[in-house]
Protein backbone atom coordinates (compact mmCIF):
# COMPACT_ATOMS: atom_id res chain seq x y z
CA UNK A 1 0.00 0.00 0.00
CA UNK A 2 1.84 3.21 -1.08
CA UNK A 3 -0.09 5.59 -0.02
CA UNK A 4 -1.78 3.89 3.08
CA UNK A 5 -4.19 5.78 5.47
CA UNK A 6 -3.98 4.64 9.04
CA UNK A 7 -6.46 4.44 11.85
CA UNK A 8 -6.00 2.55 15.59
CA UNK A 9 -9.17 2.02 17.76
CA UNK A 10 -8.91 1.02 21.56
CA UNK A 11 -11.67 -1.29 22.87
CA UNK A 12 -12.73 -2.85 25.87
CA UNK A 13 -15.08 -5.73 25.40
CA UNK A 14 -16.58 -8.03 22.19
CA UNK A 15 -19.54 -5.73 21.79
CA UNK A 16 -16.22 -2.41 21.19
CA UNK A 17 -14.76 -4.92 18.50
CA UNK A 18 -17.44 -6.08 16.99
CA UNK A 19 -18.75 -2.15 16.71
CA UNK A 20 -15.30 -1.41 14.96
CA UNK A 21 -16.03 -4.28 12.60
CA UNK A 22 -19.05 -2.69 11.52
CA UNK A 23 -17.45 0.95 11.01
CA UNK A 24 -14.65 -0.84 8.78
CA UNK A 25 -17.92 -2.82 7.06
CA UNK A 26 -19.22 0.41 6.26
CA UNK A 27 -16.20 1.65 4.55
CA UNK A 28 -15.54 -1.22 2.11
CA UNK A 29 -15.90 -0.84 -1.02
CA UNK A 30 -16.44 -4.21 -4.14
CA UNK A 31 -13.11 -6.27 -4.38
CA UNK A 32 -11.85 -5.27 -0.80
CA UNK A 33 -9.41 -7.53 0.17
CA UNK A 34 -8.25 -7.20 3.72
CA UNK A 35 -5.37 -9.24 5.55
CA UNK A 36 -6.35 -9.68 8.71
CA UNK A 37 -3.96 -10.32 11.74
CA UNK A 38 -3.58 -11.13 15.77
CA UNK A 39 -2.18 -13.86 17.78
CA UNK A 40 -4.82 -16.63 18.83
CA UNK A 41 -7.85 -15.39 20.99
CA UNK A 42 -6.89 -11.34 20.06
CA UNK A 43 -10.28 -11.05 18.90
CA UNK A 44 -10.33 -11.64 15.03
CA UNK A 45 -13.61 -13.63 15.39
CA UNK A 46 -15.68 -10.70 16.84
CA UNK A 47 -14.37 -8.24 14.58
CA UNK A 48 -15.68 -10.31 11.68
CA UNK A 49 -19.09 -10.54 13.58
CA UNK A 50 -19.20 -6.95 13.34
CA UNK A 51 -17.93 -6.96 9.74
CA UNK A 52 -21.04 -9.79 8.98
CA UNK A 53 -23.69 -8.02 11.22
CA UNK A 54 -22.98 -5.28 9.18
CA UNK A 55 -23.79 -6.68 5.88
CA UNK A 56 -26.98 -9.04 7.80
CA UNK A 57 -24.87 -12.95 7.61
CA UNK A 58 -24.16 -12.67 11.21
CA UNK A 59 -25.84 -15.41 11.94
CA UNK A 60 -23.85 -17.56 9.24
CA UNK A 61 -20.41 -16.80 10.99
CA UNK A 62 -18.14 -19.16 12.47
CA UNK A 63 -14.23 -19.12 13.06
CA UNK A 64 -13.03 -20.52 9.66
CA UNK A 65 -10.21 -22.60 11.48
CA UNK A 66 -11.47 -25.71 10.48
CA UNK A 67 -12.79 -25.64 6.88
CA UNK A 68 -9.65 -23.03 6.22
CA UNK A 69 -12.75 -20.84 3.86
CA UNK A 70 -15.85 -19.89 4.46
CA UNK A 71 -18.35 -18.04 2.43
CA UNK A 72 -21.07 -15.73 3.97
CA UNK A 73 -24.55 -14.37 1.79
CA UNK A 74 -25.13 -10.55 2.52
CA UNK A 75 -26.77 -7.46 1.68
CA UNK A 76 -25.74 -4.56 0.98
CA UNK A 77 -28.15 -1.54 -0.35
CA UNK A 78 -30.45 -4.05 -1.58
CA UNK A 79 -27.63 -5.92 -3.25
CA UNK A 80 -26.57 -9.23 -2.70
CA UNK A 81 -23.08 -10.18 -1.75
CA UNK A 82 -20.33 -12.81 -1.06
CA UNK A 83 -17.85 -11.93 1.61
CA UNK A 84 -14.71 -14.92 1.60
CA UNK A 85 -13.41 -15.87 4.93
CA UNK A 86 -10.59 -17.46 4.97
CA UNK A 87 -8.01 -18.61 7.45
CA UNK A 88 -4.86 -19.57 6.67
CA UNK A 89 -3.04 -20.90 10.19
CA UNK A 90 -3.21 -24.64 9.19
CA UNK A 91 -1.77 -23.36 5.81
CA UNK A 92 2.10 -24.64 5.39
CA UNK A 93 2.72 -23.74 1.65
CA UNK A 94 2.05 -21.36 -1.05
CA UNK A 95 1.75 -24.30 -3.28
CA UNK A 96 -1.33 -25.50 -0.67
CA UNK A 97 -3.37 -21.80 -1.40
CA UNK A 98 -2.56 -22.22 -5.17
CA UNK A 99 -4.22 -25.84 -5.12
CA UNK A 100 -7.36 -24.22 -3.03
CA UNK A 101 -7.70 -21.49 -5.76
CA UNK A 102 -6.90 -18.86 -3.58
CA UNK A 103 -6.03 -16.24 -5.65
CA UNK A 104 -9.55 -16.76 -7.77
CA UNK A 105 -11.46 -16.54 -4.34
CA UNK A 106 -10.14 -13.62 -3.80
CA UNK A 107 -10.74 -12.01 -7.02
CA UNK A 108 -14.93 -13.60 -6.81
CA UNK A 109 -16.08 -11.99 -4.03
CA UNK A 110 -17.14 -8.60 -3.05
CA UNK A 111 -14.61 -8.63 0.01
CA UNK A 112 -12.35 -10.62 1.19
CA UNK A 113 -11.02 -11.01 4.87
CA UNK A 114 -7.76 -13.55 5.34
CA UNK A 115 -6.80 -14.49 8.54
CA UNK A 116 -2.80 -14.88 8.77
CA UNK A 117 -1.89 -13.23 5.65
CA UNK A 118 1.03 -12.57 6.96
CA UNK A 119 2.04 -16.05 6.87
CA UNK A 120 2.36 -15.54 2.65
CA UNK A 121 4.25 -12.65 1.57
CA UNK A 122 3.76 -14.03 -1.74
CA UNK A 123 0.57 -12.30 -1.29
CA UNK A 124 0.95 -9.12 -0.11
CA UNK A 125 -0.05 -6.70 -3.22
CA UNK A 126 -3.37 -8.60 -3.51
CA UNK A 127 -4.11 -6.34 -0.14
CA UNK A 128 -6.30 -3.23 -0.22
CA UNK A 129 -6.42 -3.05 3.67
CA UNK A 130 -4.98 -4.71 6.94
CA UNK A 131 -6.44 -4.96 10.24
CA UNK A 132 -4.26 -5.84 13.04
CA UNK A 133 -5.79 -6.67 16.46
CA UNK A 134 -3.36 -7.29 19.57
CA UNK A 135 -4.24 -7.56 23.22
CA UNK A 136 -4.49 -4.21 25.50
CA UNK A 137 -5.01 -6.29 29.39
CA UNK A 138 -7.26 -8.37 29.57
CA UNK A 139 -10.31 -7.32 27.92
CA UNK A 140 -9.11 -4.48 26.21
CA UNK A 141 -7.52 -4.89 22.12
CA UNK A 142 -5.61 -1.77 19.98
CA UNK A 143 -6.90 -2.40 16.43
CA UNK A 144 -4.87 -0.85 14.02
CA UNK A 145 -6.57 -0.25 10.54
CA UNK A 146 -4.23 0.59 7.31
CA UNK A 147 -5.87 1.02 4.09
CA UNK A 148 -4.83 2.56 0.63
CA UNK A 149 -5.52 5.99 0.85
Request: glycine content about 12%; overall charge negative.
Amino acid sequence: MNSAVKEVFHTGSALETRAVGRKFAAELSCGAVVALSGELGAGKTEFMRGVAEFFGCAEQLSSPTFPIMNIYSGELLGEEVSIHHFDLYRIERGSELEALGFGEYLSNAWCSFVEWAERFVEYDGSYTARVQIAYEGEEGRTITIEREG
